[in-house]
């Protein structure tokens, strides 16, 4: 199905219902939940996934697994989608919170196909096949750290958020133990609490996430190394590397399908 939205196809009595999209740069798509899990893939563009704990930044060519009744809002940046609604009973071990994951480039296929299955497609034949095979391929996925988690202390939240406008690599927890009025140790101890990660460790993954954005808009490595406060492009790239894996620009352009190709099936 195309550019219809789920609320009118959750009756459907299928395990799973997939949906393509196509979202102007921009577009905002308000606080919401579904009663089925949702896996949401971009073909193209950049995606951002926000909920009460975190944000998540998803890269074209990639995925976010969003289990059911989560409430999520997503901004879309040149995105064509294609979303997986699958029923909870028949959820994959994809576990209780959204996550970014890695899509294979048979799984890449399958999303392609399944959005023009018919509705209630034949379990038993071909079309039941291709689904079980969907799922499967999910259970494979491997998690990207792409999440920026957010405190639920008010305070703490203020500045997480604040951050997450302007990252900075040049701040520290000294400057922010300082704001809140408490000791370094009583910051350090507070942060990984509500977090689950170091000061450094966050801050790191904030300007990812946030370089990840940028970069797909096709904005120059220098020029986002030095927003973001690093003191040269090769210090930022290698900061990115070892969180990532790879160099900023390598790491867009892997596991891309040749031009002409991602969205074969897209009309």
């Known amino acids: 199905m195309r550019n219809t939205s789920i609320d009118l196809l959750d009756p459907t009595p299928r395990a799973l219902v997939a949906i393509g999209s196509d979202y102007p740069h921009g577009h905002l798509l308000p606080s919401h939940r579904h009663r089925r899990a949702q ?17 998540w930044v998803v890269p074209p060519q990639r995925a976010v697994w969003i289990p ?3 409430n ?3 901004l879309m940046l040149g995105v064509s989608t294609r979303s997986l609604y699958i029923e909870p009973e028949a959820m994959p071990a994809l576990g209780s919170e959204c996550q970014v994951i890695s899509v294979s480039p048979l799984m890449r296929q399958l999303l392609l196909e399944a959005v023009d299955l018919p509705l209630e497609y034949d379990e038993n034949g071909r ?7 969907l799922l499967h391929e999910l259970t494979r996925a491997s998690h990207l750290p792409l999440h920026v988690p957010l405190p639920e202390s008010p305070p703490l939240l203020a500045l997480c958020q604040a951050f997450l406008q302007e990252p900075n690599a040049h701040q520290t927890p ?7 009025h408490i000791s370094l140790r009583t910051f350090t101890r507070l942060f990984r609490q509500q977090t689950g990660m170091s000061f450094v460790q966050w801050r790191q993954r904030a300007c990812v996430v946030r370089a990840l954005t940028r970069l797909a ?35 867009l352009a892997a596991e891309l399908p040749a031009p002409g190709k991602a969205l074969s099936r897209r009309h």
């Open 39 to 55: 896996l949401l893939y971009g073909a193209t563009g950049v995606m951002q996934v926000s909920t009460r704990d975190g944000r």
């Open 68 to 70: 059911p009744q989560v």
């Open 72 to 74: 999520h809002e997503v």
């Open 127 to 133: 079309d039941g096949a291709l689904v079980s095979l």
């Open 174 to 180: 000294v400057a922010w133990a300082q704001h809140l």
């Open 217 to 251: 808009a096709g904005e120059a490595v220098t020029r986002i190394a030095l927003d973001l406060g690093y003191d040269s492009p090769a210090a930022f790239s290698t900061m990115f590397r070892r969180i990532l894996g790879q160099a900023p620009t390598a790491y």
